[in-house]
């Protein structure tokens, strides 16, 4: 007959990571959209004296203050990574095991190359996405850094003077901000494959990943959450609890107690 | 200011500056508006100016050599045309001009035999400027002067100097010797000179009154000026053009030049879009203008290039806000390069959920753990229950 589906629903996003994504997200958009506008500013006004309008102050007025919360959001992030739960645990981001590595093959076939239709099962991100994290990651401390020391010499604050030494390390300003503008790109392009991708695991495995941002539950079948757990993916914090013996992570089917 | 100057009076190596000054016909009270001018220039409050008075009236000239190598003579060209004439008189007769090129009566061996002269007498003491960069390929012979290497010279000369300045964007950061390919590996003085207070007076060519300004602070406080971390006197290298720049409020408000000769050129909006470097350019053009501030580029109608700034011929084309991506091909900025990537995942990525359906058919929907077999023979079972059932 008909296997049955034998749902469990797991809490897999805190609260304060579904904040990070969106903040995170409103951040992202904002600044690229200013950010896009200060490198091509459209020809709005052609006509009129300058003390009748103010814009394009405005518009990099938003871009250095989102940056704020754009980078204070990450650090949060970053603080949650050691604090959090397993799935946000920092060691997730780095490829340490091989376990993570096997998963990447595995997943790399299921996705992108569509040989394999086993879908990976994970509760938190599988480890492509995770390392696709720590290159947005990368790139968030880059657009930090890079937008700060752009920023330092419009600013008599002291903090965006703590950035200044990028500058020497690009030659010079405007080849700096080449780099800040051209990294643009690589989030218009993540964006487009991340909001893609999301919809694309919803629909394949059906975990609710999509709503799982917004109400921090995913649902998975029985099996897969102890298969995944025997991998230990996503489970480093709890390494003590992990079975001693060790079945090698091929995973065989366990036997029924 | 006087018109006409007196004629040189024959050398007195130990009159003082202000004596000198006197001996030209300069009156005090030029001299002290010159004191309080230059005072302004350098950022001095008043009773540095007072300082400076007294520095000019007390201390004798200072002995210079100045080092033309890889360059165009712009330096000096604008120092001696320097809207103050005792800007001019300050380098040409008030430091004591010992040994330069360009301007000395003094030519082939003499010439050289000054130069060995100033640095055996004022060992130490001396102020060496220099003019250009230093070429390095081919063990330097791009820049031979009396048979010797530019870079021999820099090296024999700086020595025994107090201090060295490097005039202009050549000696601070190569110019257009240096950019792309550098066929003669040019390199700035700070490459080739070490252990000595380097002072990088940049700009191609600086403008007079910097000029004079680093020299006048060097004279009164035998110090070396706030330098920024890229060796400029902070003075006049601490802000952007664009901060300040007279068109500011046009860029705020998002006034913008579409094209040289469209209307909005006529109106004196800002030149960003048209590849204005003031936002990334340090001078005091804006403030100190050229020519006695008369008018700079911008206020001529052509954007910054950005001359006081490392590798600026590198960061062109000049008519275009953002420099072309280095190892893209010509042309290839940013936004190209960006546009084709987002394409290339757009659509490579476009066949994929066709391919999906089709290439997971099985896997959809169905139990982890189960492999396609079992979802197929699970599906088949399925119907034949549903079957059953209605019959």
Same mark, same amino acid.
Request: hydrophobic share 40%.
């Given at each position: 007959m008909n296997a049955s589906h034998d749902y469990q629903r797991v809490y897999v996003w805190e609260q304060p990571v579904r904040w990070f994504h969106w903040i995170n997200a409103v951040c992202v958009i904002a600044l690229g959209a200013t950010g896009y506008l200060i490198a091509h500013p459209p020809g709005l006004l052609n006509g009129g004296e300058a003390g009748d309008s103010y814009w394009f102050g405005t518009i990099r007025f938003v871009h250095f203050a989102t940056a704020y919360v754009f980078m204070f959001n990450f650090l949060f992030r970053l603080y949650w990574a050691s604090v959090g739960n397993k799935y946000t645990h920092w060691r997730n981001f780095f490829p340490i095991s091989k376990p993570q590595l096997r998963q990447?093959?595995?997943? %790399?076939?299921?996705?992108? %190359?569509q040989s394999s239709d086993k879908a990976v099962h994970t509760l938190g991100h599988n480890s492509v996405a995770y390392f696709t994290y720590m290159g947005t990651g990368l790139l968030t401390v880059f657009m930090v850094l890079s937008g700060f020391a752009l920023y330092a010499p419009m600013s008599d604050s002291w903090f965006p003077q703590l950035f200044t030494w990028m500058v020497p390390l690009f030659g010079s300003e405007q080849n700096l901000r080449l780099f800040h503008y051209g990294a643009l790109w690589l989030f218009i392009i993540f964006t487009l494959i991340h909001i893609y991708l999301v919809f694309y695991h919803d629909y394949v495995e059906g975990h609710g990943v999509l709503s799982s941002m917004v109400g921090g539950w995913k649902f998975m079948e029985k099996d897969a959450i102890k298969a995944e757990e025997a991998s230990g993916i996503s489970g480093f914090p709890r390494r003590k609890r992990r079975p001693a013996p060790a079945a090698a992570p091929g995973a065989k089917p366990d036997p029924v107690p | 200011m006087p018109t006409d100057i007196a004629p040189l009076p024959t050398q007195r190596k130990e009159e003082t500056i202000y004596e000198h000054l006197l001996a030209r016909?300069?009156?005090?009270?030029?001299?002290?508006?010159f004191c309080a001018w230059m005072g302004a220039c350098i950022g001095l409050e008043s009773s540095g100016v007072a300082q400076m008075v007294q520095a000019l009236e007390t201390k004798k000239r200072i002995p210079v050599i100045w080092l033309h190598f890889q360059e165009c003579t712009c330096c000096s060209e604008s120092f001696i045309r320097s809207s103050h004439p005792i800007v001019a008189d300050i380098l040409l007769d008030k430091i004591s001009l010992d040994y330069t090129e360009t301007l000395m009566a003094a030519s082939g061996h003499q010439a050289e035999k000054s130069l060995q002269d100033t640095i055996a007498k004022y060992k130490g003491e001396y102020l060496l400027c220099i003019e250009g960069s230093v070429p390095l390929a081919e063990d330097g012979v791009y820049c031979c002067i009396g048979g010797k290497?530019?870079?021999s010279i820099a090296e024999e000369v700086a020595a025994h100097a107090k201090a060295v300045i490097a005039w202009g964007n050549c000696a601070c950061s190569g110019c257009v010797q240096a950019a792309k390919p550098n066929p003669t590996d040019a390199k700035p003085i700070?490459?080739?000179i070490a252990g000595k207070p380097i002072i990088n007076v940049q700009g191609c060519p600086p403008i007079a009154e910097v000029m004079a300004g680093v020299l006048v602070h060097l004279l009164t406080f035998d110090a070396i000026p706030q330098l920024d971390n890229l060796?400029?006197?902070k003075a006049f290298y601490s802000r952007r053009v664009h901060d300040t720049c007279y068109r500011r409020p046009n860029y705020d408000a998002g006034l913008f030049v579409e094209s040289f000769d469209d209307e909005n050129a006529r109106k004196g909006y800002c030149l960003y879009k048209v590849g204005c470097r003031g936002p990334s350019t340090y001078n005091s053009c804006g403030t100190i203008r050229w020519n006695g501030g008369v008018s700079f580029p911008i206020q001529s109608g052509h954007g910054c290039i950005g001359c006081s700034e490392s590798n600026f011929w590198d960061n062109g084309p000049f008519y275009q806000r953002l420099p072309n991506l280095p190892g893209f091909?010509?042309?290839?900025?940013?936004?190209?390069?960006?546009l084709v990537a987002a394409a290339a995942a757009v659509g490579g990525g476009a066949p994929h959920p066709g391919m999906t359906n089709f290439r997971q058919r099985h896997g959809i929907g169905e139990q982890a753990g189960e492999n396609a077999e079992q979802a197929e023979k699970d599906h088949d079972e399925k119907h034949n229950g549903s079957s059953d059932h209605q019959s």
């Open positions: 990447v093959a595995a997943v %790399l076939k299921v996705d992108i %190359l | 016909g300069v009156s005090r009270r030029e001299f002290l508006s290497t530019a870079k700070h490459k080739i060796g400029r006197p091909p010509i042309e290839g900025t940013a936004d190209q390069v960006g």
